[in-house]
């Protein structure tokens, strides 16, 4: 099975996971930066990961997941799918537009 599908579930999946209360992670934004991650990399739904970025930053989440999603709203706006890694996320702490 294709990467992009399992991925394309795992967001699914997550979301189903919220609706009943669950978490993966106790870091606030975290789960949201792992969706957002999903839905970048699945090909086709850089809109909703888009949507998830644009919520989580305007919730000022710790920096750590702030610089996350910095880089996955430069990502997105690249429409690049490929794998980047938290380091990267990092260097990227400019505010990015959406």
């Known amino acids: ?17 919220w609706e009943k209360g669950e978490r993966l992670a106790a870091l606030e934004g975290a789960d949201e930066a792992v969706l957002a991650d999903l839905l970048r ?11 998830v970025v644009a919520e989580a930053l305007e919730k ?15 990502l997105i706006a ?3 799918r490929g794998v980047h890694t938290v380091a990267e996320a ?9």
């Not at 099975?1 to 189903?16: E, G, Q, S, T």
Request: hydrophobic share 40%; charged share 35%; with cysteine.
């Open 90 to 98: 990092r260097r990227f702490r400019q505010p990015a537009s959406l």
């Open 41 to 51: 990399r699945a090909g086709g739904r850089f809109r909703e990961a888009r949507a």
């Open 78 to 80: 690249a429409s690049d």
């Open 60 to 74: 000022r989440p710790q920096p750590i997941i702030a610089d996350i999603m910095r880089l996955q709203a430069r």
């Open 1 to 17: 099975m294709p990467a992009r599908i399992c991925r394309k579930r795992a967001a699914d999946l997550l979301r189903r996971g």
